[in-house]
Nanobody, 111 residues
Framework: VQLQASGGGLVQPGGSLRLSCAAS????????MDWYRQAPGNQRELVAR???????NYAESVKGRFTISRDNAKNTLYLQMNSLKPEDTAVYYC??????WGQGTQVTVSS
């Protein structure tokens, strides 16, 4: 399984970004998929999860601002991030349970 994350960048506070994660080599449509993030000096933390059936869960810190979704026809996972805050700055990783990781994409929220 290979996961390729993209879409990170520099954005001002209050702005939006959409991350994408293209999957290949696995059965994406039945996989539980996650977005994690890791800020400097911090542990990697779970941001959002989506099951094969579309059930979603979010960290409290991003509820109401982030939306995880998937397009099984395109084998792609998304994370729509709105109302971004400086504390959202981190490297964001996509993850396919149980142990497949993408390479990470940097998100920086700064004025």
């Amino acid at each position: 399984v290979q996961l390729q994350a993209s879409g990170g960048g520099l954005v001002q506070p209050g702005g939006s970004l959409r991350l994408s994660c293209a999957a290949s080599g696995g059965i994406f449509s039945i996989a539980v998929m996650d977005w994690y993030r890791q800020a400097p000096g911090n542990q990697r933390e779970l941001v959002a999860r989506i099951t094969s059936g579309g059930t979603t869960n979010y960290a409290e810190s991003v509820k109401g601002r982030f939306t995880i979704s998937r397009d099984n026809a395109k084998n792609t996972l998304y994370l729509q991030m709105n109302s971004l805050k400086p504390e959202d700055t981190a490297v964001y990783y996509c993850h396919m349970i149980p142990y497949y990781w993408g390479q990470g994409t940097q998100v920086t929220v700064s004025s």
